[in-house]
């Protein structure tokens, strides 16, 4: 099977990125580095989530049907 990736760039403030630890946000939006928009479940980003929000860049794998398979911080 053919795993497609996007890379994003993510800068979410401090108080929108506890919403994304306390499973309060159930969908991010980004721009991809190419152009497209994409929405992926927020909770792919909590372990990323520090006191300051959530701040880096992702590549986010998926496969051939746009289901998500993994996500690596840059």
Do not use: H
Request: aromatic fraction near 10%; charged fraction near 25%.
């Amino acid at each position: 099977f053919t795993m497609e990736q996007i890379i994003v760039d993510v800068l979410i403030s401090r108080e929108e990125g506890l919403r994304i630890y306390r499973g309060e946000t159930n969908a991010v939006l980004a721009k991809s580095r190419d152009g497209r928009s994409i929405k992926f479940p927020a909770n792919i980003l909590k372990k990323y989530t520090t006191q300051n929000g959530i701040d880096g860049s992702f590549a986010i794998q998926f496969d051939a049907e746009g289901k998500f398979q993994s996500i690596i911080k840059l």
